[in-house]
């Protein structure tokens, strides 16, 4: 089946409607493989996962269904979907009928998750995906690409279900769930190998993040603002500078903050720090211009990242050492609206 992007535009449509369906749309794609790729490289990289040569494996060699190098690993990569399928194969139906100009028997409906239901199903995909024999490697990781278009599971939602959860993983080393594009981003939330116990199985555990509005990290730009709207959000990733950094040893609370996968700040642990407040956050070169303050102290990591949201002001300071980690907000303007 042909790539869109081998597609004239005369064809580019039919080639679109030959791959799509008519409910969940967001992530699937008829052509398998192709489907599956640009899963596996929208979400590990919104992830903060530096991903180099991913390819599909011959379906005959599956598991896994790709290969890539991730942050320097050669890494198997499953890609599967979360979707209640009773729910899914209804709304097909209706869609259907209607297009055909009949009444539905049953109208389309989605499925409203709840915490157990979320986190029994995703511990069943990574046991699913345990049992099966890899026919490639030996891998340095092995990632599970879980991504999902379901009307009521938005960021919020996942956010709070996901909060304090752990999966138990082999040979799997990390989760990582996108779900479709939302006010401006890709959300994902990743669980990574954090402790192996003596059964030999991996605990993984949810990643740092933080949704904050764009131009909070970025300026505001007209050519930008085409793109995202003003209320758009941006997500923070904190990703160990052991596996950011190609080059050095660091230690394990030592972090890179990336958005849109570009290194936008750093949270450490410091050595020389005020009494009560060890986390140290930086600005990164580039996004220094009209801030103050450019660094501070806070007493947590979460309290560090989560407090960077204030902007800061060139002539009076924050009195909070806040991480603002783009220059300031533009002055109101036609281009920079304030409502």
């Given amino acids: 089946m042909s790539r869109p992007e081998d597609s004239s535009p005369s064809d580019l449509g039919a080639v679109i409607r030959a791959n799509t369906r008519e409910a969940n749309t967001f992530w699937f794609w008829r052509d398998r493989p192709v489907g599956e790729r640009g899963a596996a490289l929208e979400i590990l990289g919104q992830a903060g996962v530096d991903v180099i040569g991913l390819v599909s494996r011959n379906p005959s060699e599956d598991p896994p269904d790709c290969e890539a190098t991730l942050d320097g690993h050669f890494s198997g990569v499953e890609v599967t979907e979360l979707v209640d ?175 849109d996968g570009v290194v936008v700040g750093r949270l450490m642990k410091a050595a020389a720090v005020p009494v009560g407040s060890p986390w140290l956050w930086t600005l990164a070169y580039g996004h220094h211009a009209d801030r103050s303050p450019t660094y501070g102290y806070e007493a947590t990591r979460e309290v560090a990242m989560a407090e960077r949201a204030r902007p800061g002001d060139a002539e009076t300071p924050t009195s909070r050492t806040c991480p603002p980690w783009r220059p300031r907000r533009c002055p109101e303007s036609p281009e920079n609206p304030q409502n």
């Avoid at 097909?92 to 389309?108: C, N």
């Fill in 85 to 259: 399928q009773e729910t899914l194969q209804r709304s097909i139906r209706a869609t259907r009928d209607r297009e055909a100009g009949k009444e539905p028997r049953q109208p389309e409906a989605c499925l409203v998750w709840d915490r157990d239901s979320l986190l029994t199903e995703l511990q069943a995909f990574i046991d699913r995906k345990n049992r099966k024999t890899q026919k490639g490697g030996p891998y340095e990781r092995y990632a599970l690409v879980v991504h999902s278009d379901e009307t009521f599971l938005d960021r919020d939602v996942i956010g709070r279900f996901l909060e304090g959860a752990t999966f138990q993983s082999n040979p799997i080393t990390d989760v990582v769930l996108g779900l479709s594009y939302h006010q401006g981003c890709t959300p994902v939330f990743h669980f990574a190998a954090s402790q192996r116990a003596a059964d030999g199985l991996w605990t993984l555990e949810l990643q740092p993040s933080l949704f904050v509005p764009r131009y909070d990290v970025f300026p505001f730009s007209g050519s930008m603002a085409e793109t995202f709207p003003y209320g758009s959000m941006i997500q923070l990733i904190l990703k160990r500078a052991s596996l950011s950094r190609s080059t050095g040893e660091w230690r394990d609370d030592d972090y890179d903050v990336l958005a």
